[in-house]
């Protein structure tokens, strides 16, 4: 059974500049939520995507952005890069229903260092 | 107020000693409960998760769930130095239909051989 996948794992980038980190769910799932971890603290929600839509978003500006494909894997894009971003980036994968609570399953995660 | 408050610790506790790990929340209307593992530069591993009041048993593990108090903790029994990790309390609530999950910042454990 494939759990969440990421790439790449390690990303050096200059302020400004733009990058695109990519999430695979586990096989089964169908809902991707995106973190943002900073050193020493808890993971951050970024947003979440299910059915190919940004269904929440955390209170990240608009440089973050994201998509999700029909074979439910996803993107998570941000422009002009700050210094600020540097973090581990984690994606969730979990399954949406009517009922139950979706327990989430993390990827190894993307460390990005913005210079 | 913090959504959810944790204890950064260091949390030291010797080998073979019970660490007790604490979390309290503030949203009433969560629903579920999930305690994450985080080694030093790894991701989060999901070892618990606690729906209802009461305690729930997974090995050495123990979850504690009080709603009226709105604090969850974590016990981990016969604690060994592989225990030594970051753990993450996640309250989830459903929120329009989806799921909304707030972390703690963690609680440092240190199981000291």
């Known amino acids: 059974d494939a759990g969440v996948t990421q790439s790449p794992t390690h990303l050096i980038k200059t302020r400004g500049q733009q990058v695109t980190l990519r999430c695979s769910p586990k096989?089964?799932?169908?809902?991707v939520s995106w973190y943002q971890q900073a050193l020493g603290q808890g993971p951050q929600f970024i947003f979440q995507?299910?059915?190919?839509?940004?269904?929440q978003r955390g209170n990240f500006p608009d440089r973050f952005s994201g998509h999700q494909f029909p074979n439910y894997s996803s993107e998570l894009n941000v422009n002009a890069l700050l210094l600020g971003d540097s973090a581990l980036y984690l994606c969730?994968?979990?399954?949406?229903?009517?009922?139950?609570?979706?327990?989430?399953?993390f990827g190894p995660g993307t460390r990005l260092l913005v210079l | 107020q913090k959504e959810v408050e944790q204890n950064s610790g260091p949390l030291s506790v010797p080998e073979g000693a019970i660490a007790s790990l604490n979390c309290t929340y503030s949203?009433?209307?969560?629903?579920?409960f999930f305690w994450y593992r985080q080694y030093s530069g790894k991701s989060p591993e999901l070892i618990m998760s606690?729906?209802?009041?009461g305690d729930k048993e997974d090995g050495r593990f123990t979850a504690q769930l009080n709603k009226a108090s709105q604090y969850v903790s974590l016990l981990i029994r016969d604690s060994q130095p592989s225990d030594s990790a970051t753990y993450l309390c996640a309250p989830h609530r459903r929120s329009g239909g989806y799921q909304k999950v707030t972390f703690g910042t963690g609680t440092k454990l240190q199981v000291i051989p």
């Open positions: 949203d009433r209307v969560s629903q579920s």
């Open positions: 096989s089964g799932h169908d809902t």
């Open positions: 969730a994968s979990s399954l949406a229903s009517t009922s139950g609570f979706g327990t989430q399953y």
């Open positions: 995507y299910y059915e190919e839509e940004e269904r």
């Open positions: 606690i729906y209802s009041n």
